[in-house]
């Protein structure tokens, strides 16, 4: 991997020790992790610095899953990141009919 850039995940996780415990597999596994505490934070972090994954809790205070991803897909230049939805029961991708029921919108750009 030597002049390869790391992919760069990033984890919104109210909760620290479940955030802190995804950060440290996905350094195992030599990706550049970094933590936001809710999804306000979250959202500033991924402006500044766009990741090339997001891995999104959805029940959080402040700003939940869906809310970071609704203002996600409403900036054109963050609309088509990726991003992986959890819970403490399951990680799941956002699908474009999911999103059009989530959000009552046209969906995904290209689906």
Request: glycine share 8%.
């Amino acid at each position: 991997m030597a002049g390869e850039s790391r992919k760069k995940v990033l984890v919104i996780e109210d909760e620290p020790s479940i955030r802190n415990n995804i950060m440290l597999m996905l350094k195992v596994e030599r990706y550049a992790a970094t933590g936001a505490e809710n999804g306000r934070v979250g959202l500033e972090q991924a402006r500044s610095d766009p990741p090339d994954l997001i891995l999104c809790d959805v029940m959080m205070p402040e700003m939940d899953g869906f809310a970071v991803l609704e203002a996600l897909r409403a900036e054109p230049r963050l609309a088509e990141m990726a991003l992986l939805k959890q819970s403490r029961l399951s990680v799941q991708p956002v699908s474009a009919p999911e999103w059009k029921l989530i959000c009552g919108m046209g969906g995904l750009k290209g689906a």
